[in-house]
């Protein structure tokens, strides 16, 4: 005999169970990490500059590898508990792009521990390093290997698992994987400009981003920001025709994103705003760099502007993401 399920005094089942939260975790919370570790980095250009020691890029690094051991041991359950819900988000056109955010994530963190431990520093790289290159050529076989993609789901989101190679050499040439850094700045490079004609067709002749992916506009910010840094390492540290081009490239780009924050300023709060966190912090890296190459005192003063507006951006963001958490606005179905 079995058992029907109870009803209540209107005659009508008990209603289903929520779903649990885990289960609406996204991906894209791994773009936090990448935007403490950009701040961290900032920091410890801006110390550099200053000639004091590590103390405020050293408090933010720790905070963004305990968010990164937060981040993916949730998701790693949330893979072993909701491989459904993962799936779906692989098949997602803006979504799969934030999967290497995680290998990111993991050159990033190489960088940050590397003046303490290169031991530790250098599994991390290689670890990030090919992983990332290995989900660029995942990411790159869906775009091309199966159907027509619609022009509406080109973002600046593509930008992620392709240009994100760009972060491989500054580190990587230290720890002596030169051909290999090579490489990966080769295919970030090339493939940026590709991506990036793309990505300009679709904003001026498609209809406009939706608000929810409009701040992904800053990722713009990152390719020729961190590619100016990469050829830096690559060129031994030589400030040459072909680094200028790059990094007045990412001023022009900055200055372009400016003009357009009266209509960044109005949007509501979403995960997606982290786009704004890591580009801004490798363009304050860049324009230390710049200063010191230079020996410029204007681009050291916009160096320290820069770090403050990075710190109260980013700031801001984690104050809004960690509320967004507590409240349980974040993970829950889009």
Do not use: C
């Not at 508990?81 to 997602?92: N, S």
């Amino acid at each position: 005999m079995t058992e029907t399920p109870r009803e209540d005094a209107a005659g009508s089942p008990p209603p289903s169970p929520l779903p649990s939260p885990l289960r609406f975790f996204p991906v894209t919370l791994f773009a936090t990490v990448m935007g403490l570790s950009g701040l961290a980095l900032a920091w410890r250009a801006a110390e550099a500059s200053w000639g004091v020691g590590p103390v405020v890029s050293g408090a933010v690094a720790v905070l963004a590898a305990a968010v990164f051991g937060v981040v993916a041991l949730t998701y790693l359950v949330k893979a072993l508990r909701h491989r459904d819900a993962v799936a779906e988000e692989l098949a997602h056109p803006v979504k799969i792009n934030f999967f290497p955010a995680f290998s990111i994530s993991l050159i990033l963190l190489s960088m940050l521990v590397h003046p303490y431990s290169e031991a530790v520093a250098r599994p991390l790289w290689i670890a990030g390093a090919a992983l990332h290159l290995v989900g660029t050529l995942a990411i790159m076989s869906a775009w091309i290997g199966h159907r027509p993609l619609p022009l509406g789901h080109i973002t600046p989101a593509w930008f992620i698992p392709v240009v994100g190679n760009v972060l491989a050499p500054p580190l990587g040439v230290q720890l002596g994987f030169v051909e290999m850094s090579w490489l990966l700045f080769s295919v970030g490079v090339i493939f940026w400009l590709v991506l990036l004609t793309l990505v300009f067709y679709r904003v001026m002749f498609h209809d406009p981003l939706p608000n929810r992916l409009l701040p992904t506009l800053a990722i713009l910010l990152a390719p020729p920001s961190v590619g100016f840094l990469a050829w830096l390492a690559l060129s031994g540290g030589e400030l040459n025709a072909f680094g200028r081009v790059l990094y007045y490239a990412a001023v022009f780009t900055f200055l372009l994103l400016l003009v357009q924050l009266p209509r960044f300023i109005p949007l509501p709060f979403f995960l997606s705003w982290w786009a704004y966190s890591f580009p801004l912090a490798a363009f304050t890296v860049a324009t230390f760099e710049m200063a010191r190459l230079l020996e410029s005192g204007f681009a050291a003063w916009a160096g320290v502007g820069l770090v403050a507006f990075a710190t109260v951006v980013i700031g801001w963001l984690a104050v809004r993401t960690a509320y967004g958490a507590v409240t349980g606005q974040i993970f829950v179905p889009e």
